[in-house]
């Protein structure tokens, strides 16, 4: 079985990331990410920090945003680093607070600044198949599959999950791989035969443990978007040490999506630059 190292792939879209932000930096060009966390949740300050760590080793500024108060307050954050031309790309962390919804925030983040696709504008133009920023672990799925060059084209996928951040979007992206697409979800009937069917399944739901080796088909790729916290350390949707015997790729969690997302916003802040 293949291990998909999210590191490594990370790593490679980086050297692109540093390469195009010198030559933004040669035109007198900082690319700019601002990241407004709107709670004090450990989890979103601890990724928080994983980016801004990452953004200084590849040349993009990133900017935290702290706003404190009711969710009117946060939205005029959000509509401040919005008319900053400096700032070309948004990231809004969750949780968000009591009063706050998804969509709303979302609509407050200009498509072109948009570079996690919160903007239910991002969505849709992604299933017109017009140019917008999709969520970024989405994208991470794609690009992870392209690099391991496992072909979607024609490829039957079982993605379980149908949130808007990771299930709706990656189903979109890979119907544009011209993949055959099935969406699971709590409801569905027979999830394990069904999954069972494909030659890829992408998993996200943060059911710790959910894909056992019975839902693997000899040979598929697996994809693991979910991460959960437990007493033993981060573990995925995947029953890794079942799955292992079966698939025929796998990512790791940690290091398997999470590194490629992140360089992904970093990525799509060095895109949105380009274009401001």
């Known amino acids: 079985m293949r291990m998909l190292d999210g590191r490594s792939m990370a790593a490679e879209i980086g050297r692109y990331v540093v390469d195009e932000a010198e030559r ?9 990410l601002a990241v407004v ?3 004090a949740d450990p989890a979103a300050y601890s990724y928080a920090e994983i980016i801004e760590r990452t953004a200084g080793k590849v040349g993009v500024r ?36 009591d009063g706050l919804t998804s969509r709303e925030v979302g609509e407050h983040i200009p498509t072109a600044k948009d570079v996690d696709g919160m903007n239910p504008s991002s969505l849709g133009r992604l299933a017109l198949g017009l140019p917008s920023f999709a969520p970024a672990t989405a994208a991470a799925v794609v690009e992870i599959l392209t690099r391991a060059r496992i072909p979607m084209s024609g490829a039957r996928v079982c993605v379980i999950g149908r949130g808007p951040v990771v299930g709706k979007p990656v189903s979109l992206l890979l119907l544009a791989e011209d993949a055959t697409v099935t969406i699971c979800h709590s409801r569905t009937k027979g ?9 890829i399944i992408v998993s996200a ?35 890794a040490a079942a799955v292992s015997s079966v698939a025929g790729a796998l990512t790791p969690v940690p ?3 999470g590194p490629v997302t992140t360089m992904l916003l970093l990525r799509n802040t060095i895109r949105a630059a380009r274009a401001a």
């Not at 933004?24 to 700019?32: D, H, I, M, R």
């Not at 999830?191 to 030659?199: K, Y």
């Open 205 to 239: 739901t943060g059911h710790p443990r959910l894909v056992g080796a019975g839902f693997v088909r000899p040979g598929a790729a697996v994809i693991d978007v979910g991460t959960v916290v437990t007493e033993t350390g981060q573990v995925g949707d995947v029953d």
């Open 24 to 32: 933004l930096a040669a035109a007198g060009v900082t690319p700019t």
């Open 62 to 97: 990133c900017v935290l945003h702290e706003p404190k108060g009711e969710p009117a307050a946060i939205l005029d954050t959000i509509d401040t680093v919005a008319a900053d031309p400096t700032v070309h790309g948004i990231i809004v962390q969750t949780p968000l607070p």
């Open 191 to 199: 999830l394990v035969s069904i999954a069972h069917e494909a030659d």
């Open 255 to 257: 290091g398997g999506v």
């Open 37 to 39: 966390l709107p709670t």
